[in-house]
């Protein structure tokens, strides 16, 4: 099982932003959240406990806002308490956001002393006029030093983010990024196409943002595929590129519908074939007054559908002997008669999967609100 515990702190709001997080807190609400988070883990535990056999975890995610503004003390506390409930497995992938000037080489050296094996660093553009234009705190000459403190921490597997649709985002100044990035060699790289959504700061000023058009921004995704491929990269799902055997296992499980359990404001889980989510409320989680605020079990059409959703995310797409494994129906009947629609320029489909080409990866969404009966 997966486990995810965030953390809803940061210096500052980015732009783009909707994310459950609160900026200007004390060391004294921080410690108060991470006790917070601990007594959740506990009960928790204590109620999967009551109705059968804990699972353990192989895969432990610190998301954010920014996880690394807490104290080592916090980071210690939280994952002795998931190993002393839950239990981590041997060789667990513990992941831990940051942000370039959030975390220095003590921090990072302390926490990698505590399991912290890989660390995602939110770079999002070379550009500084781009990181400036998002609302970033940071410059590329900040990211740079975080990378670089990272490998002198000991740290072997990083994943750097990169975003493209950013406003005044040209193809030159997107593939310089791409360029840049590549050559300082993270082990992973996850891209992503702004999103402008409501109640953000840019939402206010929408239709003043000079923003990328569609047929640019097709040509940037285009572009990094390409690019990528040549530097050693292989796209394994529609927005992350990794070195062979360097995948986030965390997020595989989101895409394969496997259990996971989220931990914290606005925090998902997927446990035992029912879905959960916790309340936006910072406060209210921290007194305990609030925790979950929507519980449903997930019928097997939903499943179903949702396991091909996020499946085909995947550049693998979906193993079809394993779909009539998992729910005793057949795939052609179900989805591949709707899926050879798009096949071959969009859909590639034969009896053993079923996955997006290139450029379908590209009109994924069209493709599966047409196919995909929510």
Known sequence: MGIYIHVPFCRSKCYYCDFCSKTRVTDEQTEEYV???????????????????????????????TPTLLSVGGFESILSKVADTFGISDGAEITAETNPKTADYEKLCNIRALGVNRLSIGMQSANDAELCAL?????????CTTYNDARRAGFDNISADLMYGIPNQTQESFAASVRTLADMSPEHISSYCLTVEDGTPFAKRRDELCLPDED????????????????GYEKYEISN???????????????????????GPAAHSCFGGVRYAHSREIESYIDGQSIFCDVQS???????????????????????????K????????????????Y????????????????????????????????
């Not at 590129?241 to 931990?263: P, T, V």
């Not at 997930?298 to 179903?304: A, K, N, S, V």
């Not at 998992?326 to 629609?341: A, C, L, N």
């Not at 009896?351 to 069209?366: A, L, Q």
């Open 35 to 65: 006790a917070a988070l601990c007594r959740e883990i506990e009960f928790l535990s204590q109620k999967i406990g009551d109705s059968g056999q804990i699972p353990v975890a192989d895969t432990v995610y610190f998301g954010g806002g």
């Open 135 to 143: 609302g970033r705190i940071h410059t590329f000459a900040d990211f």
């Open 216 to 231: 640019a921004i097709a040509d940037m995704y285009a572009f990094m595929s390409e690019a990528l491929a040549k530097y």
């Open 241 to 263: 590129f990794a070195y062979k055997g360097r995948e986030s296992k965390h997020n595989i499980k989101y895409w394969r519908l496997e259990d996971y359990i989220g931990f």
């Open 298 to 324: 997930i019928d097997l059409h939903e499943q179903m559908n949702e396991y091909v959703m996020l499946g085909m995310r995947l550049s693998d797409g979906v193993n079809i002997a394993d779909f009539e």
């Open 326 to 341: 998992r729910f005793g129906k057949g795939f052609e009947q179900t989805f591949g008669q709707q899926f050879r629609k």
């Open 343 to 374: 096949a071959p320029i969009y859909v590639s489909i034969d009896e053993k999967t079923c996955r997006f080409t290139d450029k379908g990866m590209f009109v994924s969404n069209y493709v599966l609100s047409d196919v995909l009966n929510f």
